[in-house]
């Protein structure tokens, strides 16, 4: 009866393709067509720009609290941009590069950080849910969705976002483990950004990667350079095909870093080091991507100078059209609305009750 | 018309929908090849398949987190939690998500799910098992609470939840599970969720209650009649939330005396909420003070002392005449 080591079923690998320094490994590179490099590109730009000016507003009061993307748009673009807009993302509360590649127009974005609900709502024709803010919770979402999908007899997965501090909550492990159960077509994508507010990964687990939990429940798992868009898609797209053809779920862990706050209401000075901050912003996703595409020749100085003038005006434009908005929307009784498919009479009562008090309020 | 218990009447519910209807699905722990603990889904598994009839990881969480996946996909997934005692692990799911994601996303997407929970005391299980706390579930904006009172409603209650476009708990009565029969029909039937039924008509007393007690209270209600020559109107609540209170204060106008009997804790409980509301509609039409017969506010006790914390029909005739002395 000798002890024996357990041959598991999968391995955990690291991808990365295009490095910082700007090496690439030409066998691994996914094909991708110029048109969709380039939308890929001016996504990333866009949100970056779209982060900064929404910090901006946020410090003048213009806006409450939101949680940056900075530093995370290539995990972001790379692993949405591997689906299709016939399969559903299902995102936690950071995926403002991923939403704006689906489609999601700034307008809304501004008008839910601006506190109204009405920006909440995902367009008609896209197939994402709204941010989910308590961490983790999402998760299992993706993998119900996945099941009707599944069910139904479609080829569609569902492709969910969450952070490295989202593998400590039980909803991580419940829901991946109900996708292994059930096969389902899921994708997890962990970004992993380090920071969990104020707390590390190393406080969050002690495992060497969190793409090996994924080992735990008999599922692949793959961790990647999550500043390398062209790694982040290419493993995402595996694991996209995997799910289309019945294999199941797949978690890719996106190596990468928050470089602005968690939220605006926190202050990351207080407890991580300047070095370290300083340290990635050389790994810069965006700095990356563009030396690839410039060596290319899809790109020149002068577009990249181009393309950032035109997302600036994009977004003061946004602000805009938010601000005409908001004025139009507003009132308050709204609240009242799309709680139930009918109003029963007690919530009808105290909407009238609402509307009195505001028109007392009102003189 | 067959004689069914309540278990028997949820069984065909389920069963009935599921053939009517291919989106309906039932998820949770045992559910499936074992029929259920207490064989609600009996059967169903060998006729429907383990696709449509899910036996879940112990998980409570993720069994409300992946109906509500479901449910926003267009399928109709009914789920079980073994006891409400075990529900809190996914309390968070239901708060956070399924009660709101109609409204956070302005209507774009809706939960038609129904999760079904036993609860309450009365079958001498351990601790745990025997809660009344469906107040959790009313607090919350965005649900509906549905509590049954025997085979029959239970079955038409049942259907209608599952054919309800949004998140419905529902509550069953371990203690009347198999107590007694009443006939069913096999042909279709639905009860309206948010209206509450009159029991047994009287014009002296308004009793309110729901569930498993309503059969204590209609025990009271005779009693009453026999010895002290009062005659109690019965209102079997059915739908806790939204509360019915248009039927509570036609019978409170009438009747001008109320006792309340609940299960569930004292403090902040449903009784707390009725007598709010008929304070606010029917005050001046009251002649006495509001009795409530209710579950003591202490951790619901091991079985060996159960009876003694569950309203039993000399506590309910005490309230009563109390409602009535002043």
Same mark, same amino acid.
């Given at each position: ?49 779209? *982060? ?34 016939? @399969? ?75 952070? *490295? ?81 019945? @294999? ?11 470089? $602005? ?48 003038? $035109? ?36 919530? $009808? ?15 | ?28 722990? =045992?559910?499936? &090849? ?102 959790? &579930? ?12 025997? +085979? ?32 069913? +029909? ?23 209650? &729901? ?24 209102? =079997? ?71 003694? &914390?569950?309203? =039993? ?14």
């Amino acid at each position: 009866m000798p002890r024996k080591k357990i041959k598991l079923d999968h391995q955990i690998e690291n991808l990365s393709i295009l490095n910082e320094k700007g090496k690439l490994d030409k066998d691994l590179v996914p094909e991708i067509d110029d048109k969709t490099l380039l939308r890929m590109h001016r996504t990333m730009v866009l949100s970056r720009r779209f *982060d900064e000016h929404q910090l901006r507003w946020q410090r003048q009061g213009r806006i409450g609290t939101f949680a940056p993307a900075k530093g995370q748009e290539a995990s972001q673009v790379g692993s949405i941009a591997a689906i299709e807009p016939s @399969d559903w993302m299902v995102p936690s509360f950071r995926e403002t590069t991923a939403a704006i590649w689906r489609g999601t127009p700034l307008t809304g974005l501004l008008l839910y950080n601006a506190g109204y609900n009405e920006g909440g709502r995902i367009p008609d024709d896209q197939n994402d849910l709204p941010i989910a803010i308590p961490v983790a919770s999402q998760i299992s979402h993706a993998v119900g969705i996945a099941y009707a999908m599944k069910c139904r007899g479609e080829k569609h997965l569902a492709m969910t976002y969450f952070g *490295d501090g989202a593998t400590s909550e039980g909803d991580f492990h419940e829901g991946l483990n109900l996708a292994q159960v059930y096969n389902t077509p899921t994708v997890f994508i962990c970004q992993n950004n380090q920071w969990a507010i104020s707390t590390p990964r190393e406080i969050q687990t002690r495992t060497k990667t969190l793409a090996q939990k994924a080992l735990a429940y008999g599922m692949p798992g793959l961790q990647v350079d999550g500043n390398d868009l062209l790694a982040v898609y290419a493993a995402t797209r595996e694991a996209a095909d995997r799910a289309r053809k019945g @294999d199941g779920p797949t978690l890719i862990e996106c190596v990468t870093y928050r470089i $602005e706050v968690h939220t605006t209401a926190d202050d990351p000075s207080k407890y991580r080091s300047e070095e370290e901050v300083e340290a990635w912003k050389k790994r810069d996703p965006i700095v990356r991507f563009e030396r690839y595409l410039k060596t290319k020749k899809l790109l020149s100085d002068d577009d990249i100078e181009g393309i950032d003038e $035109e997302v600036i005006k994009e977004v003061k434009g946004a602000w805009k059209e938010a601000e005409d908005q908001m004025k139009q929307l507003g009132d308050p009784v709204d609240m009242f609305d799309h709680l139930y498919a009918e109003r029963p009479p007690y919530l $009808e009562e105290q909407r009238q009750d609402m509307k009195q008090s505001l028109e007392a309020r009102r003189g | 018309m067959a004689e069914l218990t309540m278990i028997e009447a949820i069984n065909l519910a389920l069963r009935q929908e599921m053939e009517k209807d291919e989106s309906v699905f039932v998820l949770g722990e =045992d559910v499936g &090849y074992e029929g259920g603990i207490f064989r609600t889904t009996e059967n169903l598994y060998d006729q429907f398949g383990k696709e449509r009839v899910m036996d879940t990881p112990m998980a409570e969480s993720a069994i409300l987190g992946m109906s509500l996946g479901m449910a926003v996909y267009g399928l109709k997934p009914v789920c079980e939690m073994q006891f409400s005692g075990f529900s809190y692990f996914g309390f968070h799911q239901m708060e956070s998500q399924v009660a709101r994601m109609r409204w956070r996303s302005r209507g774009r997407y809706t939960v038609p799910m129904v999760c079904r929970m036993p609860y309450g005391g009365g079958v001498r299980a351990l601790e745990h098992h025997s809660e009344s706390r469906e107040v959790y &579930y009313a607090h919350t904006p965005g649900l509906k609470i549905v509590i049954p009172s025997g +085979p029959r409603n239970a079955r038409a209650l049942l259907v209608s939840a599952i054919r309800d476009p949004d998140p419905v708990i529902f509550f069953e009565g371990k203690s009347i599970y198999r107590s007694f029969r009443e006939e069913v +029909p096999d042909e279709e039937e639905t009860l309206p969720i948010g209206e509450s039924q009159v029991v047994r008509e009287g014009g002296d007393l308004t009793m309110i209650t &729901y569930g498993a007690l309503t059969h204590r209270a209609l025990e009271a209600a005779e009693t009453l009649s026999e010895e002290d020559g009062i005659e109690a109107e019965v209102i =079997d609540l059915l739908t806790i939330s939204p509360l019915d209170d248009r039927k509570l204060s036609e019978s409170v106008r009438k009747t001008g005396r109320v006792v309340i009997v609940h299960e569930a804790h004292r403090s902040f409980g449903p009784g707390a909420e009725i007598i709010a509301r008929i304070n606010e509609k029917s005050f001046f039409y009251l002649e006495a003070p509001i009795q409530r017969v209710t579950g003591y506010d202490v951790i619901t006790p091991y079985f060996a002392r159960e009876q003694d &914390y569950i309203p =039993d029909t000399s506590r309910i005739l005490q309230g009563a005449r109390q409602a009535l002395s002043a």
